[in-house]
């Protein structure tokens, strides 16, 4: 609900448990008064104090006074070079040469329903679920118009951001900084969440107290990393999973992207969030407009796992555009850590027929079926089968899938190119690079110049082909390494720092026009694994390839950092062989059917090679997995333990929506003789009702399981689990 005080100029943004709230003074200047727990009827601009102090100028306006500065006082969108010296939001060159930005109110505009941003992805309203504010700022000397854009879904509790900039005026401005989100705190006292990694092992969670000065992460990888995930939490130094205020913020952009927060000299702090300003520079004509993506806030006033949950509904309800809502994705298995690129079809179909009689449901085509695939030195980039592995096409493998009565799904690079490739050959124009100089390899590949739409197009009509001479199913879209070079042959020297953006853009373009033309396609975002776990990508990609790390045990640290945003059903996850591929662990093939379930399902490994008693046991998980479909996709996460902190178990929850059912997943970490007794207290219960177990038939009251606990068996061996599931007593 968006509660407009027209008098005083102060717009009151409520969802169910928070309050926003803005307000335009007296000189036009727009503040950002509150946002946290649900206020009714209030003008919090009263908790606004500034005060001569030295060192923070005064605008012009205000006259001799000195007890107004913008560089004291809480900014909705922070201006630079006219006396806020802290993290600015936006920096324009004017024609003149000055980097500055003075932006004052001019008006709003209300909308029904949430907006939505041309050629980017955003949170949808799928009725009139969300209304829009849109505030008008505008620096008069330099011609600019700087429309805020807020998307309010009160019952979801999150607001989403985003910003358009237009040059009304008659020379050119050039755009250095442009965030989509900027958020002023009246305390500094607050911890700063991100979720940090590499390669193999994404989105480890590290919390660390605000200092005075800069902190912050981000990408200049152009996309949004392995390394640091675009999305942030700031709360309450003691907050934990179930009190305390806590803000999550994520920017929905696969990109260049920073997240920072400034400690200021007051002890106030800014969370600033956008593209990453290494090398944007956006140039507006006269009459142009640039728009910044979008982020989206959630505010809970009771602990990280109610935000975490807030997220993932929104998520779930209106950000994925998934082709299989409200239906059961299908269970995969995938053939490459199985095959690598040594495989025939006849070796494609075994593996397919294994995966079909244990009731798994789509065979997935890893890389090595197109070019001269035959390593990862070419065939990037010619995307025609290669008929001396696969004799006969797609045309000939694809009937055969079918016939085991699975569906079939491809793997595609369709942004890089080997030198070693007819693509390349044609046209080694396409790539990023800069003239005179030798772009860097990465996995011996080069970068195709996404930003051009020639080269899209031309990559599409490949994939089309591909696309339309068999029954598809599923295209796990994947991107194996960072940019490096980044220029484009189609734009001139000044609007070189566009080619970042403009890359990310086509991204979006070619999914975009991915789901138009094939709408029953589902489409796995992948990047090296987790590397371009964004907002972004969900938006046309329902479920990421969490990480190449398929190992159960550091699986465990990886899905729990990506559950602090992310749902359970973005997360792909596969059960694999052991020893593990990428660290040569050993674990139960029982943990790891529990921690792949807790993800977007399947199987990644040569299910030929499994005992009788393995498949056995496969067929058991996929029958799990079936039937507790509803209640880990759509159901509530609640983290029970931390696998950074505790190293006895990591345990975690999925409640349905009424709290009738309840799956408890448990991994031990490490086992020991005579190890303590131990009991789990579970979450989310109704403590008024009776719930069984079925493993042991006992009955307990939610209030005991929550607040007593309940009994861990004890178990031996290497990281054994358990997993068991909770039914009201009728
Ligand atoms: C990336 C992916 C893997 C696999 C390989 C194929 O690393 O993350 O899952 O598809 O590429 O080359």
Redesign the pocket.
């Known amino acids: 609900m968006i509660v407009l005080d027209k008098e005083n100029r102060i717009f009151t943004i409520h969802t169910l448990n928070t309050t926003y709230q803005i307000k335009a003074d007296q000189y036009n200047v727009l503040l950002h008064t509150y946002y946290g727990p649900r206020i009714e009827d209030c003008d919090l601009s009263c908790l606004i104090q500034c005060g001569n102090r030295s060192f923070s100028p005064n605008p012009n306006e205000a006259g001799r006074s000195r007890d107004y500065s913008l560089d004291i006082m809480p900014q909705e969108y922070s201006t630079c070079g006219v006396g806020d010296f802290r993290l600015p939001s936006i920096e324009m060159e004017l024609p003149n040469g000055s980097h500055t930005a003075d932006l004052r109110y001019v008006d709003f505009r209300l909308e029904k329903g949430k907006y939505m941003l041309e050629g980017l992805p955003g949170f949808y309203s799928v009725k009139d679920e969300a209304e829009t504010l849109i505030i008008f700022l505008r620096d008069a000397a330099a011609q600019v118009v700087v429309k805020l854009y807020y998307g309010v879904f009160e019952s979801l509790d999150l607001i989403t951001r985003a910003v358009q900039v237009v040059n009304q005026g008659t020379e050119t401005v050039r755009l250095c900084r442009c965030a989509s989100l900027c958020l002023d705190f009246l305390r500094s006292d607050l911890d700063m969440i991100t979720f940090n990694g590499h390669h193999l092992m994404e989105r480890c969670l590290d919390r660390g107290a605000l200092r005075p000065g800069i902190q912050s992460v981000g990408s200049v990888r152009g996309t949004s990393s392995h390394q640091h995930n675009p999305f942030v939490m700031l709360c309450d130094r003691d907050a934990d999973e179930d009190a305390g205020i806590c803000y999550g913020a994520m920017l929905l952009y696969s990109g260049n992207f920073e997240a920072a927060v400034e400690c200021s000299q007051y002890e106030n702090s800014r969370l600033i969030m956008g593209i990453h300003p290494y090398h944007f520079c956006w140039t507006l004509e006269p009459g142009e407009s640039f728009t910044a993506p979008e982020a989206a806030m959630v505010c809970s006033p009771n602990g990280f796992g109610e935000m975490s949950r807030q997220f993932h509904r929104a998520i779930r309800s209106n950000l994925i555009r998934d082709p299989y809502a409200g239906r059961r994705k299908p269970i995969l298995v ?1 053939n ?1 850590e199985a095959t690598y690129f040594d495989f025939t079809a006849d070796k494609l179909v075994d593996i397919a027929r294994e995966a079909a009689a244990l009731g798994i449901e789509m065979f997935v085509m ?2 090595g079926w197109f070019g001269l695939r035959n390593d ?1 030195n070419s065939g990037l980039g010619d995307w025609q089968v290669n008929t001396e592995k696969l004799p006969g096409g797609l045309e000939a493998l694809v009937p055969r899938i079918k016939d085991l009565g699975m569906k079939f799904g491809i ?1 595609m ?1 369709p942004e890089m190119v080997n030198e070693d490739s007819d693509l390349y050959r044609a046209h080694p124009d396409w790539i990023l690079h800069i003239p005179g100089r030798f772009p860097a390899r990465g996995r011996g590949q080069l970068v195709l110049d996404f930003s051009r739409k020639d080269v899209r197009d031309y990559i599409y009509s490949q994939l089309r082909e591909v696309l339309s001479s068999t029954d598809i199913s599923y295209i ?1 879209w ?1 991107m ?1 390494r960072s940019l490096t070079d980044v220029w484009s042959e189609a734009l001139p020297a000044r609007r070189q720092g566009e080619v970042y953006h403009r890359y990310v853009l086509g991204v979006y373009d070619m999914l975009e026009r991915l789901r138009r033309d094939y709408p029953n396609i589902l489409i796995e975002g ?4 987790g590397g371009r776990f964004d907002g972004g990508m969900l938006y046309y990609t329902p479920q990421i ?1 969490c990480s ?1 790390d398929s190992d159960a045990i550091d699986r465990l640290r990886i899905q729990y950092g990506t559950s602090f945003c992310y749902p359970v059903c973005t997360m792909g996850a596969h059960v694999s062989a052991v020893p593990n591929e990428q660290n040569g662990r050993i674990t139960p093939l029982k943990t790891r059917g529990i921690t792949a379930m807790s993800g977007a399902f399947g199987y990644e490994m040569d299910l030929g090679k499994c005992t009788e008693a393995e498949k056995t046991e496969i067929r058991q998980q996929v029958e799990n997995y079936k039937e507790y479909y509803d209640l880990i996709h759509y159901g509530d996460y609640y983290r029970l333990s931390s696998p950074f902190q505790d190293n006895a178990y990591t345990a975690w929850e999925q409640v349905s929506a009424d709290r009738r059912k309840v799956l408890v997943n448990v991994v031990l970490g490490c086992t020991h003789a005579a190890s303590p007794f131990r009991t789990l207290r579970l979450k989310g219960l109704d403590s008024g009702l009776l719930y069984q177990v079925d493993q042991t038939g006992t009955v307990h009251s939610g209030k005991e399981l929550m607040k007593a606990g309940y009994p861990l068996p004890q178990i031996q061996g290497d990281y054994p689990s358990f997993q068991f599931y909770l039914k009201v007593v009728e």
């Open positions: 995938n490459w890893d890389d990862d793997w690079e796990k994947d194996n992948c990047c090296g694994g390839w190449d």
